[in-house]
């Protein structure tokens, strides 16, 4: 875990207020996942996006149950600052003192996954904000290197996952359509 730490002190030593002032917005919008409901709330609205943001709500969903309900529990990672009080962040403490896997990392990563598994042309620019969204967990000192990863693989693995399974619903549910035509 000493690698760790020195990625962490790295991100601490780059700071400027510039580069806070960015990294704020960014960690902001992230909080309880806001940016992603929002923008699903919208994909939901839209009649050509609709089905993207069912399978964004879904896939937000479960993610936040794995995540936040059962790994977080179960692995009870205290978040860096909490292990070495020599890592500092610039952002009040988060809520839970838990960091394994980063909340704002798998949201973003499931979010994303979600809408390039069905529209790969309209997930860049969301690919860049969700980047910033978890660097700036790296940034603030808040999440190990480690908790990223596991963020980025939980939230892609239940994006797909819900892919298939709402595809296969799809499929279903239109083969019985035809069959009782």
């Excluded at 917005?25 to 609205?45: E, P, R, Y």
């Excluded at 596991?150 to 996952?161: C, D, K, N, T």
Aim: charged fraction near 20%; glycine fraction near 6%; hydrophobic fraction near 55%.
């Amino acid at each position: 875990m000493g690698w760790e730490f020195e990625v962490l002190r790295w991100f601490a030593d780059i700071r400027n207020d510039v580069l806070t002032k960015i990294m704020e917005f960014f960690t902001t919008i992230g909080d309880l996942g806001i940016f992603w409901i929002a923008l699903c709330a919208v994909f939901l609205i839209i009649p050509k996006t609709r089905r993207i943001g069912v399978f964004m709500a879904v896939s937000l969903v479960v993610e936040v149950a794995l995540g936040e309900g059962l790994l977080k529990h179960l692995i009870q990672r205290e978040r860096p600052f909490i292990q070495d009080p020599t890592i500092t962040t610039l952002i009040p403490a988060p809520l839970g003192k838990y960091s394994f896997p980063s909340g704002h990392t798998t949201a973003s990563a499931a979010a994303v996954a979600a809408i390039f598994l069905q529209n790969k042309k309209l997930s860049v620019p969301f690919f860049f904000a969700a980047a910033m969204i978890i660097v700036s967990r790296l940034y603030f000192c808040v999440h190990f290197p480690t908790d990223i990863l596991g963020g980025i693989v939980l939230g892609i693995a239940v994006a797909v996952a819900v892919y298939y399974v709402l595809t296969y619903i799809e499929k279903k549910r239109a083969e019985k359509l035809k069959a009782d035509d």
